[in-house]
């Protein structure tokens, strides 16, 4: 599904990631985990097409798409989804109208008819049963005032909605409680399926005990400098970044 290959991107005159090579296959769940300032939120961010970021080398494959060549909206389109891609505020927007326009943009980009208000009112009907999240809370601004949990609650029901064949989740808030991170995990479980896959930032192995990794690597100074199975998230909580970092310095 997606092949990172040798992925450098700077900001302003700083590089920041290195050289990163990652492969993941449709039903895989990937976390990336790594010591603060290593490069997570970079890498997700160039993933989904944000601006000010210069990619400086390498390649990424979506599903025989070369993503770096597409727009943001292109990508979401493709089938790309960036939890933190609306995270802000929008006065006077509630998510439903929010995600009306998403999923018509989306429609329309695919050449498909755009869905009517009936059809809306019954997908989402269907979407909040199934990732059980509350009428109000769409009906409210996106964002505004909502919780640490309201937030992730409403990221999930996004995902529900979109179908991405490629979310990405960065769990930056270091406020989120764990019941956030319960609905979280509890709503990637959901909606993981053979056809998507996930990749999950975080630097909570915590988020780890809930959502199970196929693959989980460590991102340190730009570069993926070790990848394991869950057992690697487990000896991190236990042992930190100290001894990653030490032996990546220790070659430098
Ligand atoms: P992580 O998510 O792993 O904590 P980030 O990707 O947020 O790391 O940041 C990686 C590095 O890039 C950090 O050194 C950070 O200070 C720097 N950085 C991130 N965003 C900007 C920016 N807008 N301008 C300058 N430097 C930035
Ligand atoms: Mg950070
Ligand atoms: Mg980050």
Known sequence: MLKIDNLQAKIGEKQILRGINLEVKAGEVHAIMGPNGSGKSTLASVLAGREDYEVTAGSVDFNGTDLLELAAEERAAEGVFLAFQYPVEIPGVSTTNFLKTAVNEIRKYRGEEPMDAVQFLKMFKQK?????????????????????GEKKKNEIFQMAVLE?????????????????????????????SPDNAVIVVTHYQRLLDY?????????????????????LALELEERGYDWIKAEVDAEE
């Open 164 to 192: 991405p064949k490629l979310a990405i989740l960065d769990e930056t808030d270091s406020g989120l409680d764990i019941d956030a991170l319960r609905i979280v995990a509890e709503g990637v479980n959901k909606l993981k």
């Open 211 to 231: 959502i199970v990794p196929d693959f989980v690597h460590v991102l340190y100074k730009g570069r993926i400098v070790k990848s394991g199975t869950k057992e």
């Open 128 to 148: 909040m049963a199934y990732v059980n999240i509350d009428q109000s809370l769409l009906n409210r601004a996106l964002n505004e005032g909502f919780s640490g």
